[in-house]
């Protein structure tokens, strides 16, 4: 007997399946209904310690958004339904604290690992909050170019010690369908009992390179004549000034390097 693919028959596994990043949406704004199921969902998320150590701060001041829009040179961050910033937080887990214990605290607040706990609880939330946003019939694109200047965000969001913005998720009726990008191998991700030899490696990666090459070849816009791994090998020569967001971090509290 044939057991049918869970694609087919389980709707979460759908919704997760037809994933895509929508970068064009409708004028349509969200209702405030569907904010409030979008944030509750990513609050149902998995978080360390039950520590919920992140916050959303929903962008609605067209002005502020427009700023972020100049900021980030990404038409579709004033042009959405709804924009959220996602934020790791810890500075919630002082509020209730006395000053003694607030300093009793501070070196474990102020470490990499918690700084650390903090993203993985916002990422966690994030994906939540996609997901529900995609079985809602909306579409959404999680960008990390809110933080070009990270400074200037942060004084526009009013953000306090110990909270700093990590990306912001741009949700609406979508306005385009692209293509569901193909994803690596599950060969390439999934490894059972050791990883996987560099030789492995090496040709499961030059199998997807020639995947990706075929697609953004095919796909309507933006095309280009390149792999994955070309692609993120040219990004990654290029030398970024990256200390700009260390020094943000540790001005915040975090002692990270």
Not at 39 to 67: H, N, W
Not at 95 to 119: C, W
Not at 131 to 156: P, T, Y
Not at 177 to 190: F, G, H, I, N, S
Request: charged share 20%; proline share 5%.
């Amino acid at each position: 007997m044939t057991t049918q693919s869970p694609f087919m028959t389980n709707p979460v596994v759908a919704t997760i399946m037809n994933h895509r990043s929508i970068r064009k949406f409708t004028n349509d704004t969200l209702a405030p209904s569907q904010i409030e199921t979008i944030v509750r969902a990513a609050q149902m998320a998995s978080s360390s310690s039950f520590m919920q150590a992140y916050s959303i701060i929903g962008l609605t001041d067209p002005a502020l958004k427009y700023e972020l829009r100049e900021i980030t040179k990404t038409p579709y961050m004033g042009e959405n339904g709804h924009l959220f910033i996602f934020c790791a937080d810890l500075q919630r887990l002082t509020v209730m604290g006395t000053e003694q214990e607030k300093l009793d605290m501070k070196m474990m607040m102020e470490s990499t690992a918690f700084y650390q706990i903090a993203v993985i609880d916002a990422a966690l939330a994030a994906q939540n909050a996609v997901l529900a946003a995609e079985s809602l019939g909306l579409g959404a694109v999680i960008m990390g170019a809110i933080n070009k200047d990270i400074n200037r965000l942060d004084r526009m969001l009013g953000l306090p010690q110990y909270v700093i913005p990590l990306f912001g998720i741009a949700v609406g009726v979508p306005d385009q369908q692209p293509d569901v990008k193909p994803r690596l191998p599950l060969e390439a991700v999934y490894f059972e009992n050791r990883y996987a030899s560099e030789t492995e490696q090496r040709e499961r990666v030059q199998a997807y390179d020639r995947d990706m090459n075929r697609y953004y070849l095919a796909r309507g816009a933006n095309n280009r004549d390149t792999g994955w791994s070309r692609k993120h090998i040219d990004l990654l020569k290029m030398k970024l000034p990256l200390t700009g967001i260390t020094d943000y971090i540790r001005s915040k509290g975090f002692n990270v390097t």
